[in-house]
C-alpha cells in the first residue's frame, strides 16, 4: 500500500464491491472508501473545481481577445473539453467553433422580420433528414451583406429551391492556405483537424441557428437536473448548424447537423463533482481500454451517457463516496449502448448517436466482455487506467508536489497565451519586451527547471527542459 492512500484490495476483497445490491455492509464501506481517495487522486491530477473553473476563464476570456481581433465577421467559440475545464493544454484536441456572424438560420416558426436587414437568413427543413440534420433554405429576404462563402456554397435542390451545401461550405474553408508549422488532417465530421507540433486543433466552420420549438421541447422534459435557471440559460443560447450530414444519407451533402455546443458547455459546468469524475474516468475507458480506431465510440458518447445519468437521478445521490457505484452504472449505460447501437442524443433524443457508428458484430462482442469484466473488478479497474494507476503508485507526496507544479505551470500558460493575443498587432508580431509577457516566460522556465532539479535528486530519467515542458502540458 501507498504511504498514506490508496490500497488495491486482493480479487477476492472485491468480487462484490461496488456492485449494484451490495452483498455487505464491508463491501460497502470498501467501495466507499476507495471512492473517497478516488476522488482525493482525481484533485491531485488537476480535475478539481477550482482548476477547472480557472481553464473555463481563461478560455473564454482567449474567445474574446481572439473575437475582438477578428474583423468582425465570425466569433471564436472553443467547445469540448477545453471549454469545460477538464483537459490540460496539450492533454486533448482544442476544439473551436467559428461561427459566421450575418448569417442566421431559423425554424420555420420564427419571424425572420425582427432580425436587422443585412442578416442573410436561412430556414430549417427537417422533414427530409434524419433527426437532428436539416437543410437551409435561402429565404427570399436576402441580406444587404453578401458574404462569399455562402455565396459559393449556394445550390438547388431536385426541385430547383436555392439551399445551402454543407459539403461546399465545408470545402471552401478546408482549401484556405495553411499558417506557419501547421499540419492539416484528415475531415474528421464537421471538423477541420490540424495540428501544431504538440497542439491539436479540431476547426469547425458554423452558423447561428435559432430553433425554440427544439429547444423548449428538451426543456419541458421531467427531470432531476439541470436545475431552471441553467435550463433557461441552455434556452436562451440557441444552436449552430455545423457542415456534416447524416452519414450514408443520399443527400449528406446539402444536409447540416443542428448542435448545442454553448449549451453542453455550460451543462457540464453544472454537473455535480461526482458526475464529473464519472465522465473523465470513461473518457479514460474508452482511450486506454477500449481504443476505437475508427471513432465507433467517442468522448460525447460518454458525455451524454453521463447526461442522462445526471437527469434521471437524483442530485443527492451524486456524493464522493459513490463514485466508484456511478462509474459501474455509467459502464452499464456504455455496455448497453453498445450492444443496441442506440444512444438516445440528450438534446435530441429522436436522433440515435451510434447510428452509423460502424461498429461491427466482433469488436461489440469484444467490447461487451471487455465492459463486463471491467464491472466484476470493482475497485480493481482503476488499475486498467495508466493516468490514475501511475498517480497511485506516487500518491501522496510525490503526487501532490508534482501536481501543484504542474498546475501553477499550466495556468501560467493559459495567462501567457492570453497576454500574447493582446501583446499582438494587427500583423501578428508579438511585443516581446511586454513585461508581463516576459515575465510569465521567466515563471514558466523556472518551474520546468524545478522539476528537473528533482527528477536529478530522486534518480529518474531526465529528460530534455522542452520534453519535461511538454509532459507536465499533457
Known sequence: MAEGGFRFETPDDVHATCHRGLSSSHSQVQCENASLETCNVMNCLGYGPEIRQARRDSHREYDRLRTACGPGVATVITTGSK?????????????????????????????????????????????LCYHGHSRLYLLERGGTIKYHVVHVALCNDENGNVLLSSASYFDFYNKMGLHQDEVRHERAGPSRPSSFGPLDNDLVFSLRCHCPGILLKWAQRSRYWPPPDVVHKVVKMGAFMTPVGFKGSEYQHVEWRICFNTGENELVSSLNNTLVYVYIILKMVVKDVLKPVKKEITSYTVKNIVFWLAENNSQARFDNSSLLYWLREGLEQLKTAILKIHLPYYMIPERNLMAACGLNEEQKQTWIQIINDMMNEGQKILSRLPKIRKAIISHPEPLLWYNKKRVEIELVNLMSRNRIEQCMDEKGVINESDPMHQALRRRVNEIVREVRQRMIEEGSRVDALMEIYTKMMT
Do not use: H, K, Q
Not at 96 to 106: D, N, P
Open 83 to 127: 471549454a469545460e475545464g477538464l483537459s490540460n493544454f496539450f492533454e486533448s484536441d482544442m476544439d473551436v467553433l467559428i461561427v459566421e456572424e450575418g448569417v442566421m438560420c431559423l425554424e420555420d416558426v420564427v419571424n425572420s422580420d425582427t432580425l436587422p436587414r443585412e442578416t442573410t437568413v436561412f430556414t430549417l427543413n427537417t422533414s
